[in-house]
T-cell receptor, first 115, second 116 residues
Framework: DVKVTQSSRYLVKRTGEKVFLECVQDMDHENMFWYRQDPGLGLRLIYFSYDVKMKEKGDIPEGYSVSREKKERFSLILESASTNQTSMYLC??????????????FGPGTRLTVL | AQSVTQLGSHVSVSEGALVLLRCNYSSSVPPYLFWYVQYPNQGLQLLLKYTTGATLVKGINGFEAEFKKSETSFHLTKPSAHMSDAAEYFCAVSEGTEAGFQNLVFGTGTRLLVSP
């Protein structure tokens, strides 16, 4: 089974702090994604990566950055946390192999509260 | 760009009743289609997916969905609801990016409530 793990289930930070959210997958997937989930808005894509050291902006990248130094790890960084970044953050991974059908596998999520 | 519409942010059924969660997408080209389920305080779990071939797709926990190209729909059904089905359900469609990669576009979700 694919396993995607996230470093924290719950996180409380203060406004202005630098926040790191870590995601690790164990299936050698090429693609990794960061979403935020808010009530009534569904999942919105923040950033994604299709290879090591490669990143692409999603729909809502403002206020976030990412890092992918190793294939299995994809980090989301909030340079200066703000209260409007209080949300559930979900990491996902998928394979680029032929026949993979774009299926994404999700981690358990990190619920971040910014005070 | 693709869009996914899930009719009804909340659906309430009684235990044993039919479950019907609606999903419509905007693509004119048959895409890959997915249903995911999210239990409280957990990540998303794949319920089922349509890629090619048979338009009626069976998933886990007794759920199934039918791809109807003429209606651009992919509604999720289960003949008899169980209390454990209470969760949030997301429909998603694959979309190609300008750079040639594939992402998923998600609907806003439908929360299924099951009463005894």
């Amino acid at each position: 089974d694919v396993k995607v793990t996230q470093s924290s289930r719950y996180l409380v930070k203060r406004t202005g702090e630098k926040v790191f959210l870590e995601c690790v997958q164990d299936m050698d997937h090429e693609n990794m994604f960061w979403y935020r989930q808010d009530p009534g808005l569904g999942l919105r894509l923040i950033y994604f990566s299709y290879d090591v050291k490669m990143k692409e902006k999603g729909d809502i990248p403002e206020g976030y950055s990412v890092s992918r130094e190793k294939k299995e790890r994809f980090s989301l960084i909030l340079e200066s946390a703000s209260t409007n970044q209080t949300s559930m953050y979900l990491c996902a991974s998928s394979s680029s192999e032929a026949g993979s059908t774009d299926t994404q596998y999700f981690g358990p999520g990190t619920r971040l509260t910014v005070l | 760009a693709q869009s996914v519409t899930q009719l009804g942010s909340h659906v309430s059924v009684s235990e044993g009743a039919l479950v019907l969660l609606r999903c419509n997408y905007s693509s004119s080209v048959p895409p890959y289609l997915f249903w995911y389920v999210q239990y409280p305080n957990q990540g998303l779990q794949l319920l089922l997916k349509y890629t090619t071939g048979a338009t009626l797709v069976k998933g886990i926990n007794g759920f199934e969905a039918e791809f109807k190209k003429s209606e651009t729909s992919f509604h999720l059904t289960k003949p008899s609801a169980h209390m454990s089905d209470a969760a949030e359900y997301f429909c998603a469609v694959s979309e190609g990016t300008e750079a040639g990669f594939q992402n998923l576009v998600f609907g806003t979700g439908t929360r299924l409530l099951v009463s005894p």
